[in-house]
């Protein structure tokens, strides 16, 4: 069984906030199996703040999907993170992505993540550690989802 978590913080010590995410959550019964590159990525929908350094980790977990939110969600506040503006500046923002090949519709919890066929910061560290994982709705794997993402930039910056 497969689960990616996003990692991402443009607030303070970036680099120590996203390592202290991941020990956060090792403590909390989660097991950390790959960890991409730390990628600087330019603000995604609100464009006026700090970049950020984001990642994709495998875990591991016990942990229903609910569960496992509450659980990132827990690190998230723990760490301090205020919650001012939707796509806003945070020091820590963890995102379940895929739980293995769920598809869970709910209120608070969308897998896999609603919008990340559409994210370079999402899609980039996560094809470095798993290429082959499958969007369950989209049907794609990672690697071609980045590759859609990459030439729709492409053509839009030639089709203005």
């Known amino acids: 069984m497969a689960i990616y978590i996003a990692?991402?913080?443009n607030l303070g010590d970036k680099e120590n906030n996203m390592k202290e995410a991941l020990q956060r959550?090792?403590?909390?019964?989660?097991?950390i199996c790959k960890v991409?590159?730390?990628l600087v990525t330019s603000p995604y929908g609100v464009t006026d703040q700090p970049d950020f350094l984001n990642?994709?980790?495998e875990i591991k977990t016990d942990n229903s999907p609910t569960e496992l939110l509450r659980v990132l969600l827990q690190v998230e506040q723990e760490m301090g993170r205020k919650r001012i503006r939707r796509w806003g500046e945070r020091n820590?923002?963890?995102d379940l992505l895929l739980y293995d090949q769920?598809?869970?519709?709910?209120?608070?919890?969308?897998?896999?993540?609603?919008d990340m066929q559409n994210r370079d910061f999402v899609l980039r560290p996560l094809v470095q550690i798993a290429p082959d994982a499958?969007?369950?709705?989209?049907?794609?794997?990672?690697?071609q989802l980045w590759k859609e993402l990459q030439d729709r930039g492409r053509s839009e910056k030639m089709n203005p």
Do not use: C, E, N, W
Not at 134 to 143: E, S, W
């Open 134 to 143: 499958v969007h369950p709705v989209l049907r794609k794997t990672a690697g």
């Open 92 to 94: 820590i923002d963890l």
């Open 102 to 114: 769920r598809i869970i519709d709910l209120p608070d919890l969308q897998v896999p993540h609603p």
């Open 25 to 31: 959550l090792t403590k909390k019964g989660v097991t």
């Open 36 to 38: 991409s590159d730390f």
């Open 55 to 57: 990642a994709v980790a």
């Open 7 to 9: 990692l991402g913080s």
